[in-house]
C-alpha cells in the first residue's frame, strides 16, 4: 500500500488508466460499505460523536485536498465507533496512503456535490439506529452518484490515456448498473453526476 501513490504518480501502467480507475474506486466502495456495516452493528450509543465532528468541520471546507482528507477521517472514525479493533488496525494500514492518493488527486476531482452534509449526515443516522442494510444502501446511493464524473475526472488526472475515456466508462457503468436492477439491485446503483473518499 505504501506504493500506492508513487506508482500512480509514475504513470507506468499494466492496465488502462481507466481500469486502474475502475477498480480503485470499486476498492474505496468496498472498504467504506464494511466501515458502514461494522459500525451499524457495533457502535455503541454516542460513539459517532467524533465522525459528526468531522463532518461538521467538512461542510465548511472549500479547499478540495483538505475535504478529500476529512472524509478519510470520516470513514475512519467510522470504523472506530464500531470497536472492532483488528478492523481499525487494518484500516489504518492502508489510510496514510489512501490520504495520499486523495489529496493528490482531490484537485483535479474537486469538491463533493452540495448535499455531502445532509446525505452523510442521513448515513450516520442511519447507522445509529442500526439500520445496516438501510445504511449500506444508501452510501451505495452516494457511491453511484459520485463514480460516473470520478471516473473521467481521475482518468485526465492519470494520464493521458485515461482522458476522454469517461463517456465508454459511464456507458460502461450503466450497462452494468442495469443489469443489478434487472437482477434486483438497489436504486442507488442509478449513475447520476457527482463526486466522492
Not at 453511484?144 to 482518468?155: F, Q
Request: glycine letters at 10%; one cysteine or more; proline letters at 6%.
Amino acid at each position: 500500500m505504501a506504493l500506492l501513490a508513487p506508482y500512480v504518480l509514475s504513470g507506468r501502467f499494466e492496465r488502462p488508466v481507466e481500469t486502474l480507475t475502475q477498480e480503485l474506486l470499486r476498492l474505496r466502495a468496498l472498504l467504506a460499505r464494511e466501515a458502514v456495516r461494522l459500525a451499524a452493528c457495533y457502535a455503541a450509543p454516542g460513539a459517532l460523536r467524533e465522525a459528526r465532528g468531522i463532518l461538521a468541520a467538512a461542510a465548511e471546507e472549500r479547499d478540495p485536498a483538505r475535504h478529500a482528507s476529512m472524509e478519510l477521517d470520516l470513514f475512519r472514525a467510522i470504523v472506530c465507533a464500531s470497536g472492532i479493533w483488528p478492523a481499525v488496525w487494518l484500516a489504518n494500514s492502508f489510510w496514510a496512503p489512501m490520504r495520499e492518493l486523495q489529496v493528490m488527486l482531490a484537485p483535479s476531482v474537486g469538491l463533493p456535490p452540495s448535499d455531502f452534509e445532509p446525505v452523510m449526515r442521513r448515513l450516520l443516522d442511519l447507522i445509529e439506529a442500526r439500520e445496516a442494510e438501510a445504511a449500506e444502501r444508501h452510501l451505495e446511493a452516494w457511491i453511484g452518484r459520485l463514480d460516473v464524473e470520478i471516473l473521467g475526472a481521475m482518468g485526465r488526472a492519470l494520464g493521458d490515456e485515461g482522458a476522454g475515456k469517461g463517456e465508454s466508462a459511464r456507458e460502461g457503468q450503466g450497462t452494468r448498473e442495469g443489469e443489478r436492477e434487472k437482477a434486483g439491485g438497489h436504486e442507488g446503483h442509478k449513475a447520476q453526476k457527482g463526486r466522492e473518499p
